[in-house]
């Protein structure tokens, strides 16, 4: 059976107002849109038994490609069913109206109605995706760089987000890694290099917890995903319960031509005092793609008194 919806709206280059308005149109079609209070909004698309729940900011969805959310693609492409928490800032989504909503959810059986449901998001979204799973026992979780919680008495060692931690992280849906109990799986993603992201990332010690090490990828896991192509793919696994880590290894290693993950590599070498291993690294990548950023970095190394292993031949080596 063909479960997807042709979604016939234009959504790119608009202004926030607009853009809502158009969404909720787009949810009045095919489902329905609800604000929860001025500041967030639940768009929900009514498509195939599979069900995608994204939290995500306004203005990052309407400049993404398409000026879509996140679950529209899916919705289109696989026909699954898309329930999008929307805040018009960076909220981590606590505000009694959304707790409301998905405790009505719950008391609905809205989640009962689906074969498969995966909640996914980025960062704050992450968290959040991490800490609402516990209204579908059974979901999968996909959270990008989420933090634990903001929390000052658990989490003052976290020296960002500090106007958030008035927020109140300790009442309904609050501690995201005592959330995450019940559902099937989590994955959750982040750098080991970024020192905080590590930490809360450490907060989630549960049996049905899996983590994505992507080493030098830096803070912005999801663009980074999406350019390296590997997003569409994680995120479909996840739903379908099928992504484990030998699989994310071979995804990940799409990293290794990606322009920022070389460059955070190099720089980790030239700290670390690892001069001859970035000498090579600039080499080799020099060899494969005449990247002037790296023949540059190279001479600069070579004027040092470091040569690379293996000779370069081009002209700007």
């Given at each position: 059976?063909?479960?997807?919806?042709?979604?016939?709206?234009?959504?790119e280059r608009l202004s926030a107002d607009v853009w809502l308005g158009k969404v909720e149109t787009l949810g009045e079609e095919n489902g329905y849109f609800e604000p929860l209070g001025d500041d967030h909004f639940a768009l929900f698309l009514d498509a195939g038994p599979k069900l995608i729940v994204t939290f995500e900011?306004?203005?990052?969805?309407r400049k993404a490609a398409?000026?879509?959310?996140?679950?529209?693609?899916?919705?289109?492409?696989?026909?699954w069913s898309h329930l999008a928490l929307i805040s018009r800032e960076e909220s981590w989504f606590r505000d009694h109206r959304v707790y409301g909503f998905f405790d009505r959810l719950i008391d609905d059986g809205f989640f009962e109605d689906f074969d498969s449901v995966l909640f996914y998001g980025a960062h704050a979204g992450g968290y959040a995706a991490a800490a609402f799973s516990v209204a579908a026992p059974g979901a999968h979780v996909l959270a990008i760089r989420p933090q634990a919680t903001l929390d000052p008495s658990v989490a003052n060692w976290d020296t960002r987000y500090l106007s958030q931690r008035r927020q109140d992280f300790t009442s309904r849906y609050g501690?995201?890694?005592?959330?995450?109990?019940?559902?099937?799986?989590?994955?959750?993603?982040?750098?080991?290099?970024?020192k905080f992201d590590a930490i809360h990332a450490a907060l989630f010690t549960r049996p049905n917890v899996s983590a994505l090490k992507c080493l030098a990828l830096g803070w912005n896991l999801d663009t980074m995903f999406q350019q390296m192509g590997i997003l569409d793919t994680l995120i479909r696994e996840t739903m379908d319960g099928t992504l484990d880590g030998s699989g994310f290894a071979?995804?990940?290693?799409?990293?290794?031509?990606?322009?920022?993950?070389?460059?955070?590599?190099?720089?980790?070498?030239?700290?670390?005092?690892?001069?001859?291993?970035?000498?090579?690294?600039?080499?080799?990548?020099?060899r494969?793609?005449?990247?002037?950023?790296?023949?540059?970095?190279?001479?600069?190394?070579?004027?040092?008194?470091?040569?690379?292993?293996?000779?370069?031949?081009?002209?700007?080596?």
């Open positions: 059976m063909d479960n997807r919806l042709d979604l016939d709206v234009d959504l900011v306004l203005d990052e969805a398409g000026g879509e959310t996140v679950g529209m693609r899916y919705t289109r492409d696989d026909g501690y995201a890694p005592d959330m995450i109990d019940a559902a099937r799986h989590v994955w959750i993603a982040y750098d080991p290099s970024q071979a995804l990940i290693r799409a990293r290794r031509r990606h322009p920022t993950f070389q460059r955070t590599l190099f720089r980790m070498a030239v700290r670390r005092n690892h001069a001859q291993l970035a000498t090579d690294m600039a080499a080799h990548i020099v494969e793609s005449g990247d002037k950023f790296f023949a540059d970095r190279l001479q600069e190394l070579r004027d040092q008194g470091f040569e690379p292993s293996r000779p370069v031949k081009t002209d700007a080596a």
